[in-house]
C-alpha cells in the first residue's frame, strides 16, 4: 500500500481485514510512490515522499497491536483509539517495502524490511545488491518503529512458461507492453504523466511494436519467459546470487487467463520441485549470514545502478513527450 498517500489508520484497518478473511496469508508491502501524478492529488511532493513515507511506518505498526495507541509525528497526528479490527498474525504481517529504485534495496534492509525488487541486469549486479542489503541489515540495522524484521529480498520477474520456448514468447506478446509503459512515463520530470483521456498507451504501445521489431523480440527474450527447461537455466542463475523469493509477473498487456492459468500449472509441476528442494540450503546460508557466522564482502553498487538491460524496451526521450 502507498503510505504516502493513504491514511495509517485506513491503511492498518484494511491489512488486519485482509489478514483475517485470508486466514493470516497477508504480506504488508508498503511503498512511497513512483511518481508526482501520484502523490499531487494528495498534497504530497516527490521531496518529501520518503520522509511522509516514514512517518506513516512509525504511526501504522503499533495500530496492530491490543488496545488503543495514539501517534504524534510530523506528518501524522492520531489521537489515542483503538484501531480494528486486528490482524490474526501477531504482532503484524510480514513487512515489504517496494523498490523500484535499486538504492531503496540498501535502504530496506537497514530499515529491517523484506526488498520488493525488479529483475537485475545480470548476475553480477544480483551479487552486489544481495551483498548490499545483509550488510546493511546486519552491521547498520535502524528500525524505524518497534516490528518484527523481516530479511528477504524478493524479485519481480517477467513471465510466462508454455512447453516451447516460441510458445511462451507467443503467449507474453503483452508482456513488452509492461516494460514500454514504465520507459514511456519513466522518462519525464519525477515520472509526471500524461493528463488523463491524452494518450492511448496501448495505442503507441502498438505504434512502437511496428517500428521496433528487434527490440520486440530481444525484449520477449529477457524475464522467465520460455520452457520449463529454459526457466529452470535462468532461476539458478537468481540461486546462486542468494535471492529469497521470485515474484513471477505474468498477468501483463492482453495476456488471456487461460494462457496465464496453464502457464502457473506447467511452472508448479515442472519447475518449482527442483528450488524447492534446495530451499534449507538457502535459509542455513540466511541464518549464518544473519548470525555473522559469514561476512559478505562490502561490494561497491556504482556500477550496478542501471535498472534496463539493452533487452528491455528502450525509448528516445522524445517517444515519451
Known sequence: MQLTTAHPARVAERIAALDLVSRGRVEFGMGESASITELEPFDRTFEEKRAVWEDAVRAVIPMFKEGGCEYHGTHF?????????????????????ACSQLETIE??????LGALAFQFLSADAAHAWVHAYYN????????????????NIALTSY??????????RRRADGIPFFQFALRFYGQSAFRKRPDPGTVNLWGEYEKWKRANPESLARALSGGLIGSPETLRRKLRRFETSHIDQVILLNQAGKNTHEHICESLELFAREVMPEFHARVPEQEAWKERVLNREIELEEIDTAPFRDRYRPNSVQLTPQAAE
Open 107 to 112: 535502504m530496506a534492509g537497514r530499515r529491517g
Open 136 to 151: 546493511a541489515f546486519t552491521k547498520r540495522l535502524d528500525k524505524l518503529t518497534d516490528y518484527v524484521t523481516n530479511p
Open 77 to 97: 497526528d492520531f489521537p489515542l483509539r483503538n484501531v480494528v479490527p486486528k490482524p490474526l498474525q501477531k504482532p503484524h504481517p510480514p513487512l515489504w517495502v
Open 159 to 168: 513471465f510466462m512458461c508454455a512447453e516451447t520456448d516460441d510458445e511462451a
